[in-house]
């Protein structure tokens, strides 16, 4: 997501059984797939909007504040990007990270889940900075405009994490309390985001699409099962 101016990784066995996880993926259209093409037509509409001005172009997919002056926004930024660079690396990642949660779970589920972390991370990023640029002793600029996947795409990265092989094996033979758990995902986003760290990147929508990622899977939200 960017600022824009006005053998064991995979869900773990408890999220799906191999049988239904295969016939899922037999039965359903892939939710990846889905998302390539939505991408690809979102991006397109961009560039036929911006013909008729960038205005047109920012008041249909540029999630700015206020956010209730364009609610439709929250939606249509999660798909939209800043240029063909950011396009293609939301979609690599979108198929490295995505792909292994898509075939353990149901293709409505996926999608909810993508929309809604996009959702939040976007407009995270617009109030977090909105009201730390209002701290006198901080030089935080608000975001003036943010758009692209890469908070739902940190989103499923944080998922594939916390609710891999690994990661389970681990917590079956640790009792981990859940404030230590939240407090070390608190420190590994702040690592993977001060990694991702450069101009023009929406870093709180990075922290918060992975934080939520490391929570939703921990508590595997997206079992088929649930």
Known sequence: MSERSPGSWGPSPRS??????????????????????IFLVV????????????????????LSPPIDARPWTVVTSVYAHGGFGHLLSNSVALVLFGWPIARATTRLRFHAYFLATGAVAGVSQIVVTGLLAMVPFLSIAPTPGVLGASGAVFALLGYLLASN???????SVIDV?????????LVLATIVTLATARPRVALVAHFTGFFAGLIAGRAGVLESDR
């Open 16 to 37: 799906v059984s191999r049988g239904e996880s295969e016939s899922t993926s037999r039965s359903e259209p892939s939710p990846i797939r889905d998302l390539l093409v």
């Open 43 to 62: 991006y397109v509409l961009q560039w036929i909007t911006a013909l008729f001005g960038l205005g047109v172009m920012t008041g249909l997919f540029v």
């Open 165 to 171: 092989r690994l990661s389970d094996s681990f917590a």
């Open 177 to 185: 309390p859940w404030w230590v758990s939240i407090g070390v995902f």
